[in-house]
């Protein structure tokens, strides 16, 4: 190994996922808790990925979105139920150098429909909606709501370490 890249390996810690920067399980549901955007990507007709920020609840262990009943994700999720969930935040965008943490969750995705549970779906939709927005708005409820679980078994995520220099 050369000595250029025995010496940047630490570094690596700063740049992308590895196993020293992973985060806990308990970090990652701290994380998660907290209300942020994620990007949801699930697999078109054609093969390629669809991806889009999306609002979510975190309730360990799975995920919650409440989506319109037109939603391209639902189509696509009814023909592969395979989808990727990445939630991150970028702490050095201040340009403070604090670093960045994330979590992305592979997973299989299951559908409720009003037609399957109204009850539940308009419960879960308050409570996804509810942390972004008020949910007794029209717009919310223009068109009948599916929620979409996903159960990650498997996840990638870090916290590269603050690269502000030490005051």
């Known amino acids: 190994m050369s000595d250029r ?8 810690d700063f740049t992308t996922a590895t196993a020293a920067n992973a985060l806990s399980p308990g970090a990652r549901h701290d994380f998660l808790d907290r209300r942020n955007d994620g990007r949801l990507a699930t697999i078109r007709a054609d093969g390629w990925p669809h991806v889009t920020p999306i609002w979510f609840l975190w309730q360990a262990p799975v995920f919650l979105f409440s989506l319109g009943a037109s939603r391209l994700h639902l189509s696509n999720l009814r023909s592969d139920a395979r989808a990727t969930f990445c939630v991150g935040e970028d702490l050095e965008r201040d340009g403070s150098g604090r670093g960045t943490i994330a979590a992305v969750a592979f997973g299989r995705a299951t559908i409720t429909t009003m037609e399957d ?4 779906v308009r419960a879960m939709t308050e409570a996804v909606l509810g942390r972004y927005r008020p949910t007794d708005e029209a717009i919310v409820w223009a068109e009948d709501r599916a929620i979409v679980t996903l159960a990650p078994h498997r996840w990638l995520t870090w916290a590269s370490p603050p690269t502000a220099p030490e005051r």
């Open 5 to 12: 890249k025995a010496s940047a390996e630490p570094l690596l």
């Open 117 to 120: 549970d109204e009850a539940f």
